[in-house]
């Protein structure tokens, strides 16, 4: 799906998706995952289609005063009621879309996509504009919180607009990384889930 198609589709349920989570287990798989990423307190961080802000509230919970947390979403709705939702000045809103980040390079220190990567009609492109923002020793996590085959089925039921948004293997998915010049840290692709990190190397 296109940027302009992605906008109008979650823009026209953003008022549905809190009601469709289910929030105590997402937060609970979040602060577990998150509790082993070793993330520093002052590291800015960003949220790549964070939608209602479920995420960014994950995220503020591992970072000190000093931290911060971009987040984008293509959504200006999704934006809307994450703002009124997360009242907190280490967060950056930005209705933007990935493959051109409002962002300068080498600025981040951690990317997340969580339960976005299927959305992308061009992986290669995102994964590059990642790259560029983020800091050399930065990471990028692409991260769903149910199995690929769960994912794939419920796009595949949730009618034209997003059944055709296949979320592939981790092993196809690290490998476009691996293009764009990131290092592969880890990949978890089963029935708990489905997660990739990756890194990008210091600069020479």
Avoid at 169 to 194: C, H, K, R, S
Wanted: glycine share 8%; charged share 20%.
């Amino acid at each position: 799906m296109d940027s302009q198609a992605n906008a109008v589709f979650f823009d026209s349920i953003a008022h549905q998706w809190d009601g469709w989570e289910n929030l105590p287990e997402l937060r609970r798989k979040l602060a577990l995952g998150l509790g082993n990423l070793n993330i520093c307190p002052s590291e800015t961080l960003l949220d790549i289609g964070c939608g209602t802000g479920n995420i960014v509230l994950g995220l503020l919970g591992q970072l000190s005063p000093h931290g911060r947390v971009v987040a984008i979403d293509v959504s200006s709705r999704m934006i809307e009621i994450a703002r009124k939702k997360i009242p907190d000045s280490r967060i950056t809103w930005s209705i933007a879309n990935a493959f051109q980040l409002p962002l300068a390079n080498n600025s981040i220190d951690r990317t997340f996509c969580c339960s976005v990567w299927p959305h992308f009609d061009d992986p290669p492109a995102i994964s590059r504009e990642i790259f560029r923002v983020l800091r050399s020793g930065g990471f990028m996590h692409i991260w769903h919180f149910q199995s690929r085959a769960q994912i794939n089925q419920i796009h595949a039921e949730a009618g034209p607009a997003v059944n055709k948004d296949v979320l592939a293997p981790a092993t196809e998915t690290a490998t476009v990384l691996g293009q764009a010049g990131f290092q592969i840290m880890g990949m978890l692709d089963n029935e708990q889930g489905y997660l990739v990190t990756a890194f990008k190397p210091p600069q020479r």
